[in-house]
């Protein structure tokens, strides 16, 4: 059995504790071959190399 509140909270006590629920922007990096920005621990997706190496064949154009 779980305790009931006696009374309602307001509105502004509910908003702050949803303050830190903001979404944060994702974390950019260089690759280190074609200097495009990527996501870190991820196949670059211009390029297609991982840790120094080819991961993915990219279609030659």
Do not use: F
């Not at 305790?3 to 702050?16: G, T, W």
């Not at 990096?29 to 920005?37: D, F, N, Y």
């Not at 670059?44 to 080819?54: D, H, S």
């Amino acid at each position: 059995m779980s305790i009931c509140p006696k009374n309602k909270h307001c509105s502004a006590r509910r908003d702050k504790t949803r303050a830190h629920w903001k979404m944060s922007h994702p974390t950019l990096v260089k690759c280190p071959k074609c200097g495009a920005l990527m996501m870190p621990h991820r196949v670059c997706k211009a390029c297609g190399t991982y840790n120094k190496r080819e991961i993915v064949k990219q279609a030659e154009d």
